[in-house]
């Protein structure tokens, strides 16, 4: 069983910043791949970002590529995600999730159906 918490969410306005964390806890955090996924009212949760188990490889959502950072400190059993040049259409509730063993490739890490733990999430807010 992994405990997932996510934190760091809030209130900014359009071209500002925040940075999410996810603190893992329960099973060995660096044998999952981790990802972020987010979810805006009436709207099916969709790909932010993810990060492989093995070498760290990075893959991210196109509406957020340039803007966002997803990054992992197995020491720390902490997954972030720094989110930059924030718009109004990044509001939602940001999620974490994690898969054992996913294989190493956007085709498997951005499906949501593949990952076994979540978050409860963060709410982001953009204000324009």
């Known amino acids: 069983q992994v405990r997932l918490v996510e934190s760091g969410g809030g209130l900014v306005q359009a071209g500002g910043s925040l940075r999410l964390s996810c603190a893992a806890s329960?099973?060995?955090?660096?044998?999952?791949?981790m990802g972020w996924f987010r979810q805006a009212p009436g709207k099916e949760r969709e790909f932010v970002a993810a990060?492989?188990?093995?070498?760290?490889?990075?893959y991210y959502g196109d509406s957020v590529k340039g803007r966002f950072t997803i990054s992992r400190d197995n020491a720390k059993n902490t997954l972030n995600l720094q989110m930059n040049s924030l718009k109004p259409d990044d509001t939602a509730v940001y999620y974490c999730?994690?898969?054992?063993?996913?294989?190493?490739?956007?085709?498997?890490?951005?499906?949501?159906?593949?990952?076994?733990?979540w978050g409860r999430g963060t709410q982001v807010t953009v204000s324009s």
């Open positions: 999730a994690a898969g054992e063993a996913l294989p190493n490739n956007i085709v498997v890490l951005s499906k949501k159906g593949r990952y076994d733990y």
């Open positions: 329960g099973r060995p955090f660096s044998n999952y791949a």
């Open positions: 990060i492989s188990w093995i070498g760290g490889t990075t």
